[in-house]
């Protein structure tokens, strides 16, 4: 069944400190690739998304995203965390070629960033 | 600002009662959806539209059913409400199905009691 798994539920890292997020996926069709990000109270927001090409894409706020097929993983970095980008992200994966529900997402169960000052 | 307007923001509702959440686009998106999000489950598909005049089931469509007469409304109704319901209810669009990313709406917190 398709799936997709984000293993860490929660981080906590520094202001101005690195950042990865990790999303795992099991498709059997070629995977569209998504990462949305949640502020509190608001809906989500689409980062950036993959479908074809450079592997290497780039997102808006800083955010960029590596698809390595061999490991079915699409994970999330920013180089340098400002304290604005403390919410909740969530990964996504779809394609056109999944039966009847025509492309329909599926989310991830999200992980929660905080920065610490 | 273009986009999916939801509507009410947030209801406190009686068990066994009705009501509709609305959804409104207005981007010309073929494709809707309703998603509830829970904490700990992550967002979970309820109903889904591909185009106007045809719906489908998520994966969680019990209690639930939606109409789509038109491009711009997708309406979520539950019939008889139970406080199991108690979620955020997040509709969204997308152009083509699901293949170019979604338009989120900002949410609807329903209590059910």
């Known amino acids: 069944a398709q799936s997709v798994t984000q293993p860490d539920i929660h981080i906590t890292v520094s202001e101005g400190a690195s950042l990865e997020l990790r999303c795992n996926y099991s498709y059997g069709a070629t995977p569209y690739l998504f990462w949305y990000v949640q502020s509190p109270g608001q809906g989500l927001q689409l980062l950036l998304k993959y479908f074809s090409g450079d592997t290497l894409v780039q997102g808006i706020k800083g955010f960029e995203a590596e698809f390595k097929r061999s490991q079915s993983s699409f994970n999330l970095r920013k180089p340098s965390v400002h304290w604005s980008d403390a919410a909740e992200y969530f990964c996504?994966?779809?394609?056109?070629?999944?039966?009847?529900?025509?492309?329909?997402?599926?989310f991830g169960k999200g992980t929660k960033l905080s920065v610490k000052p | 600002t273009a986009g999916i307007t939801q509507a009410p923001t947030s209801q406190i509702l009686a068990a066994g009662r009705s009501m509709t959440l609305r959804c409104t686009q207005d981007?010309?998106?073929?494709?809707m959806y309703w998603y509830r999000q829970d904490l700990g489950l992550g967002l979970r598909l309820i109903h889904y539209?591909?185009?106007?005049?045809?719906?489908g089931k998520g994966e969680v469509p019990d209690g639930y059913s939606v109409s789509r007469a038109n491009t711009d409304d997708f309406p979520l109704t539950l019939a008889s409400a139970v406080p199991s319901q108690t979620s955020v209810y997040f509709c969204?669009?997308?152009?083509?199905?699901?293949?170019?990313?979604?338009?989120f709406g900002s949410g609807t917190r329903l209590t059910v009691v």
């Open positions: 539209s591909n185009t106007a005049g045809t719906t």
């Open positions: 981007m010309r998106h073929n494709a």
């Open positions: 996504a994966v779809g394609s056109p070629d999944y039966g009847g529900s025509q492309g329909n997402l599926i």
């Open positions: 969204a669009s997308s152009e083509s199905g699901g293949s170019y990313g979604y338009t």
